[in-house]
């Protein structure tokens, strides 16, 4: 086969097809992998002193070359073999990309599998894609447009899908909940991911396959192929847990201060709150985030942690105005014996770009930014307190509005004359008495007075909104705007059109107060 500095030609390269099958067979399969790859390709590692295969394509694999074979090894049996170096980093980078693309697609909970496989817990998502079945089946397509093969299994435990999907052969399986000891029983003891010890250690036994492991008790098992493989043993069949850690979406901007000495002060803290602010801003502002949430954690001396948080009406950064709003809460910490350490975290975000200024840098047409006072007033009555009310497209005047945010553009309000105060309900009027049908009342009592209307204007007859409610088929409600001697000034209604009967009893009731 010639001397070792010279390259050998491969073996089996010159061999005639043999009886098992016609040579046309073979090349069918051949072109189309060597169409695709070329040369066959291996990716190589440095493992101590070696250069190991760490993976090869089709074509390598074909001919006879393995992970973990010797890079020598390889070199010699293929004379024309690509060589390059494999990059677990970018490797480990695009798997961190794919799990964070499946948390935003497919399941919350989502991870790599180093060091080419993904978990996906999905309990709970698949019927969103029409069942497991379709679900595999556009994953596989998905993974193919990208230039991926891949084998996908479903299971109750994270280690049965694991062995299936590496080692069953199928390009989808899904298993029914409670088989994966029978379904894994056939399978070699490296897909319960068991250390190279213990594979030795099981070959010198003559377990092959994981049924081997069944009818053997725990204790000799264990101390022969090492309390791991007993653990993997009972989280591939179910009876040990196994959770997934998922990967998170987003880091948080944070900041953290150690101290050398506990403090107890409300200036100490006071002041380590504005380092932290500062580290903070530096942070945000780098990622061109602003913050619109921040949780101070500080830790006690005794172990234990007091929290407090606040929040802003919209994005921020500006390192005055969370300061402020950071000390206002200082009198809510309990230090205890001492804080030791303390954390500013930004759990909510949001894109905050700077804005560009007016040329001549005018501020007179510009509006005032409500923003710090809205978040100040919030943090000594509570967010809740504080709202703006905007029109809602209603024709029932209880109906035609709602609260929104404090700094929410509200939309437009209608033309028609409407009180300052509206009430929560309409409340009944008694003793009224008016001439019907279109004119208002000359005098009613309400809330034990009695008021003599001196002038009026309506009426307004707003309709039923039926569509909302059958009751609301002929209801009719005609409003009048009166004054009262006194200047008082009010909006009440009548129910019905004082003709038909189906449109209300005639009850009148007071809605709404002017000035």
């Known amino acids: 086969m010639g001397r070792r500095s010279e390259a050998a030609e491969h073996p089996f390269k010159a061999m005639v097809p043999d009886e098992g099958g016609p040579a046309s067979a073979v090349a069918s399969v051949a072109p189309s992998w060597a169409s695709f790859w070329g040369r066959p390709t291996i990716l190589i590692a440095r493992i101590g002193q070696r250069?190991?295969?760490?993976?090869?394509?089709?074509?390598?694999?074909?001919?006879?070359?393995?992970?973990?074979?010797?890079?020598?090894?390889?070199?010699?049996?293929?004379?024309?073999?690509?060589?390059?170096?494999?990059?677990?980093?970018?490797?480990?980078?695009?798997?961190?990309?794919?799990?964070?693309?499946?948390?935003?697609?497919?399941t919350p909970t989502a991870c790599p599998a180093p060091p080419d496989g993904l978990w996906l817990d999905l309990s709970g998502t698949t019927h969103l894609f029409g069942g497991e079945a379709r679900f595999c089946r556009r994953l596989?397509?998905?993974?193919?447009?990208?230039?991926?093969?891949?084998?996908?299994?479903?299971?109750?435990t994270p280690g049965?899908?694991?062995?299936?999907?590496?080692?069953?052969?199928?390009?989808?399986?899904?298993?029914?909940?409670?088989?994966?000891?029978?379904?894994?029983?056939?399978?070699p003891l490296a897909a319960l991911r068991l250390t190279p010890e213990a594979l030795t250690a099981a070959g010198r036994f003559g377990l092959e396959r994981i049924a081997d492991l069944y009818p053997m008790p725990r204790g000799p098992l264990a101390k022969r192929l090492g309390l791991k493989t007993v653990e993997r043993l009972d989280q591939a069949r179910g009876s040990l847990a196994e959770p997934i850690t998922p990967v998170i979406p987003f880091e948080a901007p944070i900041a953290e201060r150690r101290l050398l000495e506990p403090i107890a002060t409300a200036d100490a803290i006071t002041h380590v709150i504005g380092d932290l602010v500062d580290d903070l801003v530096h942070v945000l502002q780098a990622r061109s985030l602003g913050l619109r949430t921040a949780i101070l954690t500080c830790v006690v001396v005794d172990g234990g942690e007091q929290r407090v948080a606040i929040g802003t009406a919209r994005a921020t950064r500006e390192p005055a105005h969370l300061k402020r709003m950071l000390a206002m809460r200082v009198e809510r910490i309990d230090p205890g014996l001492g804080i030791e350490a303390m954390t500013l975290a930004a759990p909510r975000v949001e894109p905050l770009a700077p804005e560009a200024l007016d040329a001549g840098f005018a501020t007179e047409g510009r509006a005032p930014d409500l923003a710090p006072l809205v978040d100040q007033l919030g943090g000594r009555v509570g967010e809740e307190a504080l709202f703006r009310l905007t029109a809602v497209e209603s024709d029932v005047p209880e109906r035609g509005f709602c609260r929104v945010d404090p700094l929410a553009a509200p939309g437009g309000w209608p033309a028609w004359k409407r009180p300052a105060r509206l009430l929560r309900r309409p409340e009944m009027l008694s003793n009224v008495v008016a001439l019907l049908p279109d004119h208002?009342?000359?005098?009613?009592?309400?809330?034990?007075?009695?008021?003599?209307?001196?002038?009026?204007?309506?009426?307004?007859?707003?309709?039923?909104?039926?569509?909302?409610?059958?009751?609301?088929?002929?209801?009719?409600?005609?409003?009048?705007?009166?004054?009262?001697?006194?200047?008082?000034?009010?909006?009440?209604?009548?129910?019905?059109?004082?003709?038909?009967?189906?449109?209300?009893?005639?009850?009148?009731?007071?809605?709404?107060?002017?000035?």
Do not use: N
């Open 51 to 106: 250069d190991v295969v760490a993976s090869a394509c089709p074509v390598a694999l074909e001919l006879g070359l393995r992970p973990g074979m010797a890079a020598a090894h390889a070199r010699a049996l293929v004379t024309d073999l690509d060589v390059h170096d494999a990059e677990p980093e970018k490797d480990q980078a695009f798997l961190d990309s794919l799990a964070l693309h499946a948390v935003a697609r497919w």
């Open 140 to 156: 596989l397509t998905f993974l193919r447009r990208l230039g991926f093969t891949a084998t996908i299994a479903i299971a109750g």
């Open 440 to 515: 208002p009342p000359r005098r009613f009592s309400w809330r034990g007075s009695a008021y003599k209307i001196v002038a009026g204007d309506g009426p307004e007859r707003i309709h039923g909104e039926w569509w909302r409610s059958p009751k609301e088929m002929w209801a009719v409600r005609d409003y009048f705007c009166v004054e009262a001697e006194g200047g008082y000034r009010f909006w009440i209604f009548r129910r019905g059109d004082g003709v038909e009967a189906p449109t209300g009893d005639l009850s009148w009731y007071m809605h709404g107060l002017f000035g």
């Open 160 to 187: 049965a899908a694991h062995a299936l999907a590496r080692y069953g052969g199928e390009a989808i399986t899904i298993l029914p909940s409670g088989a994966e000891a029978e379904a894994i029983a056939d399978l």
